[in-house]
């Protein structure tokens, strides 16, 4: 299973773009980067995807080099309810990988008036 | 409204009282999860089901049971809690179709207290 590092904290200020690194160096051919977000006593909710160069949705946009090691969550023009902790998952979505996404601490995200 | 679903949301026990926790979901989803979180150690797998009849261990399984009998339901059983079992428990469940793959949709999760 690839191992993932995230920062385990970051502030920013509304308004502001928020970009949230996560390390993956042992990545596999077959895994896919996934997000999530969690906030205070609620269940982690998906935010976005990916496998390879950008991915952008309603909420985030989600930057993957070519060496797929490292990724990046870029949330635009935070607001004050985006305070929450991030999770980077990297594993494989195929068959038989529900037991392989491992969540791990995550990064807290706080924004701040 | 798709959803996963458990019940309850809060439980206080003693130790030693057997205690079952549901979960169901509507999203027809094969695939479904136990999960613990304690401060500072993040989310923990600890039984994993892939289909009916069909369930593995986790992370962290000492100490609890499972059991996949319908494709919608999957009850975390606890047979004899122990205070080290205090903690915030989800389940979730996940499906493989179309472009987004094996996204996780967890329910709201379940504070239990061992006494």
């Known amino acids: 299973l690839a191992k993932t590092t995230q920062p385990i904290s970051m502030d920013s200020y509304e308004g502001q773009e928020v970009n949230i690194t996560c390390s993956h160096n042992?990545?596999?051919?077959?895994?896919?980067i996934t997000w999530y977000q969690q906030f205070p006593s609620q269940g982690p909710r998906f935010i976005i995807q990916g496998y390879k160069t950008k991915v952008t949705n309603e909420v985030a946009s989600l930057f993957i080099p070519a060496d797929r090691k490292s990724s990046t969550l870029s949330l635009p023009r935070v607001s004050l309810s985006d305070t929450a902790v991030y999770y980077c998952l990297v594993g494989p979505v195929s068959s038989g990988s529900a037991r392989q996404l491992t969540f791990g601490s995550g990064t807290q995200l706080t924004v701040l008036p | 409204e798709a959803q996963v679903t458990q019940n309850p949301r809060y439980l206080i026990t003693v130790t030693g009282k057997k205690l079952t926790v549901t979960c169901s979901q509507n999203m027809n989803h094969e695939y479904m999860s136990w999960y613990r979180q304690d401060p500072g150690l993040g989310l923990r797998q600890i039984y994993y089901?892939?289909?009916?009849?069909?369930?593995d261990k986790g992370d962290v399984p000492e100490g609890y049971k499972v059991s996949r009998k319908e494709k919608r339901n999957f009850p975390l059983i606890l047979e004899s809690p122990s205070p080290n079992q205090t903690s915030l428990y989800f389940c979730?469940?996940?499906?493989?179709?179309?472009?987004?793959?094996?996204?996780?949709?967890f329910g709201a999760g379940t504070r239990l207290s061992v006494l």
């Open positions: 979730a469940s996940s499906h493989r179709q179309g472009l987004i793959k094996n996204i996780q949709y």
């Open positions: 042992n990545i596999a051919t077959n895994d896919y």
């Open positions: 089901s892939m289909n009916v009849e069909v369930t």
